[in-house]
Every structure is written in structure tokens, then in C-alpha cells.
């Protein structure tokens, strides 16, 4: 792809400063060898909204976390707030190192690792694509793996599912303030009653 000789299959990962764009088996190489010190029990998954699909143009990853990390510290963050992003071309960035806490979901912070994925998929909005439904997916699971967590909505949570202003889990859907993030239709939609039966049965097979 980049013409620069098959001898070296890792040629293909590339990096700016702290950012590393990789596909998902690299994904993997790459999580295999992190020395993770502090403990991970949530993985958090959002859509950005702005960037959304009409923003990538399929050569801009790095651009784009560029752009976030500004408007995430002119927002008052150190950094950018996710640790991991994904795109509609199946691709994947590092952003925050995974041993940094994320500025994910109030509440569900300390041990938790969040995802961004770019798009907007509240419904009518972009219609995820397949590579992006199968790399959220992959790095899911492997990240379910790596750090030993069974595949529930436990483990595998949405914004949504949580008090903007509280930071607590909400009991019951349609009750305190939230937001739609990741989208009304992520997998099939963004309660925990669509992720039982859109993203959940894909983590478990
Ligand atoms: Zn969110």
C-alpha cells in the first residue's frame, strides 16, 4: 500500500508524535506488548458527531485527532480525551496512552478506557460501515481479552447509560439527563436493551 517493500509488514504502522494509526491485527501486536498498570474494567464506546463521515476523506486520521485534541484542550483537557479511536475505513488510532485515565463518561473514568468512534450515528445521521462495524467489534473483544473482562454490559458500556450530571449508571432508560452518544442507531441503537441483542452477541461468538 505504501510502496515501500513487503520485507517489512510493520511499515504499514505509521505515527505522529503520540498518535499511532494501526488495522486491527496490528491492533492487537500492539496491545500485546502494552504494560498496562492500572486497572481497566470498563471499555467505554462514543461517536465523535463532529468529526462525522463527511469529515474523513480516507486519508485524514491524523488530521482529524489533531483537530480534537485542540478543541478537547480548548475545552479544558490536558490532552484528547479518548485513549482509542476508529474510523470508517476499519483503521485505528492511539490517542491517550491506555495508562492514562480517559475524560470519557463522568463516573465511569478511573478504570475505564474510552473508544471514539468517528461518525454520527444517531439514526438518519452516518450509516456505520462495515469495516468500522468489524474493527469496533475486534478491538472490542481483544480488548475484553486483554484485560480479562467477560463480554456484559458490566464491561462493555455506553455514554448514554450514564447521568451527565451525577455520573451514575441511569436505572431506568428514558430517565435522567443523557446524552444519545454513541448514536441512536450504534448496533442497532444506544440502550442497554439494544446492545443485548446488537453489539453483545458479536463480542461472544
Ligand atoms: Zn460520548
Redesign the pocket.
Known amino acids: 500500500m505504501n510502496g515501500l517493500g513487503a520485507h517489512n509488514q510493520s511499515i504499514s504502522m505509521k505515527a505522529i508524535g503520540k498518535f499511532i494509526l494501526l488495522d486491527a491485527p496490528e491492533f492487537d501486536a500492539w496491545l500485546d506488548a502494552q504494560p498496562v498498570k492500572r486497572k481497566i474494567t470498563l471499555i467505554q464506546h462514543?461517536?465523535t458527531y463532529i468529526p462525522a463521515y463527511k469529515h474523513f476523506n480516507g486519508g485524514n486520521h491524523f488530521s482529524l485527532c489533531q483537530g480534537m485534541e485542540r478543541s478537547h484542550r480548548e475545552r479544558g483537557f490536558a490532552e484528547i480525551a479518548q485513549n482509542l479511536t476508529t474510523f470508517p475505513d476499519g483503521k485505528i488510532m492511539v490517542c491517550r496512552n491506555l495508562n492514562t485515565i480517559p475524560a470519557?463518561?463522568k463516573g465511569a473514568n478511573s478504570n475505564g478506557l474510552c473508544i471514539?468512534n468517528i461518525g454520527n450515528f444517531d439514526r438518519t445521521k452516518d450509516s456505520m460501515s462495515t469495516r468500522q462495524q468489524e474493527c469496533i467489534v475486534h478491538i472490542t473483544r481483544s480488548l475484553l481479552r486483554r484485560f480479562k473482562l467477560t463480554a456484559s454490559e458490566q464491561a462493555v458500556v455506553y455514554?448514554h447509560w450514564y447521568d451527565l450530571n451525577t455520573g451514575k449508571r441511569i436505572v431506568k432508560e428514558g430517565t435522567g439527563a443523557t446524552?444519545t452518544?454513541?448514536g441512536t442507531a450504534f448496533f442497532g441503537g444506544n440502550t442497554v436493551e439494544a446492545f443485548k441483542t446488537g453489539l453483545l452477541p458479536l463480542l461472544k461468538t
Open positions: 462514543h461517536h470519557g463518561i471514539e455514554h446524552k452518544c454513541p
